[in-house]
């Protein structure tokens, strides 16, 4: 389904990784993109091969989702192109103090955290509510670490991410006509984030990184597959064919162009 370039999507993180691949997967798609990230070098980069597609219009905006000021600015300049979000992406990265031992873990990897799940998560959608022009699809990206023991060096990000389940079906409950919100609960994918996260927690426990990539695959993911791009496509192919009386949803997403279980 090929849109028609009059919608707007903004996705967060939108450098490298899941965002990167996001965005990729909405300019195959058509759409008008606003693409958001703290690596200003990255982010140019992704813009000019974006904009390679002549058919749509792709803006960079530079920010942190921990500052509410720089996602507060990211409306103020997206609005200066469009009066409707039609689509929010959001992809948030890596607590910067993890993997860490829960003995090991200060107070302040706990509000960088906080700050960069939930308070970010609350911010913008705070700005869809109050100044959005229509209904928007919000689609987070969390992990299925929140329902599932994930590994102990990562505590700080499995805990704080499991209150975004709660964040987001009571918003989407408390702003129907706003907001429709799908949670993604992503299995494991080799984006650079992962990878440098598992080859920490390799060297922790003292194994080789590919290891660690087996176990993943073997023992915590249910199809025994990484995710792929093509997994990425699929998904952001389902948000937007999702029929309009949808609230609040759950996609677990497990690796393999087939895995998307809804």
């Not at 693409?35 to 982010?43: A, D, E, G, P, V």
């Not at 829960?102 to 109050?130: F, M």
């Not at 660690?212 to 064919?241: C, G, H, N, Q």
Request: charged share 25%; proline share 4%; aromatic share 8%.
């Amino acid at each position: 389904m090929t849109q028609d370039s009059s919608q707007w999507a903004i996705i967060t993180g939108a450098s490298k990784g899941l965002g990167y691949h996001t965005a990729r997967a909405l300019a195959e798609e058509g759409f008008n993109l606003v693409l958001f990230s703290r690596n200003k070098q990255r982010l140019l980069k992704t813009v000019e091969e974006l904009r390679r597609r002549e058919d749509i219009t792709v803006i960079g905006i530079p920010g942190d989702l921990r500052s509410p000021e720089d996602i507060d600015r990211l409306f103020v300049k997206t609005y200066r192109y469009t009066d409707k979000i039609d689509y929010l992406f959001i992809s948030y990265g890596n607590p910067l103090c993890e993997p860490s031992k829960i003995s090991d873990v200060p107070w302040s990897c706990w509000l960088e955290a906080t700050s960069l799940y939930l308070a970010s998560t609350h911010r913008l959608i705070r700005n869809l509510i109050l100044s959005n022009n229509g209904r928007t699809r919000v689609l987070v990206f969390n992990s299925f670490t929140v329902t599932s023991p994930g590994h102990e060096l990562l505590t700080v990000a499995d805990a704080v991410r499991r209150g975004l389940s709660l964040l987001l079906k009571r918003a989407a409950y408390s702003y129907p006509s706003k907001l429709m919100v799908i949670e993604a609960r992503f299995g494991s994918m080799k984006t650079p984030g992962a990878i440098e996260t598992i080859s920490l927690v390799s060297r922790h426990q003292r194994i080789e990184p590919d290891e660690m990539w087996m176990v993943i695959r073997e023992k915590m993911t249910p199809l025994k597959r990484l995710a792929s791009y093509d997994d990425i496509l699929a998904l952001v192919k389902t948000v937007v064919s999702m029929p309009d009386y949808t609230v609040y949803t759950v996609l677990n997403v497990d690796g393999g162009s087939d895995s998307l279980v809804c």
